[in-house]
């Protein structure tokens, strides 16, 4: 039988010869990141051991939810306005704030034979078509698309055939199944869904910089959350995000 001294010992040596368990990190992200961002957890994980939990939707939601207690750790939105939101209401953790990735706002078309200018191609949308877009007053690429079309003078002429979506995602996905001709989304979409062409960039000052902001929620300050705030802007990540189509965010 072990002597107690040695049950000791050998307790102590198996410790010390484990590694530290892995942590687990929720990230509440807004929906145009989903494709990149499931390859950029696999990435962490390979990485860190750390697992990731992602949940994705439309920046606004998010927020609402995360001011309502949702436990996430981290939180990634596609505007600056809702991040702002939760900081002014002490809903991060301090310092941890950060400008992560660009994007540009694009007009994409079902119909694969679609002008390639977005005046043009607006002006051939049917009277009786649709033209898709993240919710105006809400999501981050609603309200940008809101005010690039009012930049070019286009919303009057289209605003009653626009069919707002809950995120940028679900305004893509009408496009691709053909329920909408048109739609407005960011190009990392376009460039993420076979079924739909992407007819035009808007130019940049048509609406406000599309910035990616993150932040670790107030109170759920983790080494794993830490990390993986790190992580979105390692080489590792950047390279990720820059082959779907987005760029690192102006310092």
Known sequence: MLTKRFRIIFAAAVLLATPALADSVTVFAAASLGTALKEVADAFKNDTGHDTVLSFAGSSTLARQ???????????????????????RGRLAPD??????????????????????????????PADGHLAMGQVNAVP?????????????????????????????????????????MGIVYTTDAKAEPRVTLVA???????????????????????AALEFLN?????TA?????AQGFARATE
């Open 238 to 242: 950047i390279a990720i995000f820059i």
């Open 201 to 223: 960039e808007f130019t940049p000052d048509t609406h406000l910089p599309i910035t990616y902001p993150a932040a670790i929620i107030e109170s759920r300050t983790t080494d």
């Open 66 to 88: 995360i001011e309502q207690g949702a436990p996430a750790d981290v939180f990634i939105s596609a505007n600056l306005a809702w991040m702002d939101r939760l900081q002014n």
């Open 141 to 181: 690429a609603g309200i940008y698309g809101k005010a690039a079309l009012d930049h070019l003078g286009l919303w009057a002429d289209v605003s009653s055939r626009v069919v707002q979506a809950d995120n940028v995602r679900a305004a893509l996905a009408l496009v691709a199944l053909g329920e909408a001709e």
């Open 231 to 235: 992580y979105l802007k390692s080489d």
């Open 96 to 125: 941890t704030r950060t400008d992560i990735l660009s994007n540009q706002l694009a007009l994409i078309s079902h119909d694969p034979t679609a002008e390639t200018n977005v005046s043009d191609a607006l002006a051939h949308l």
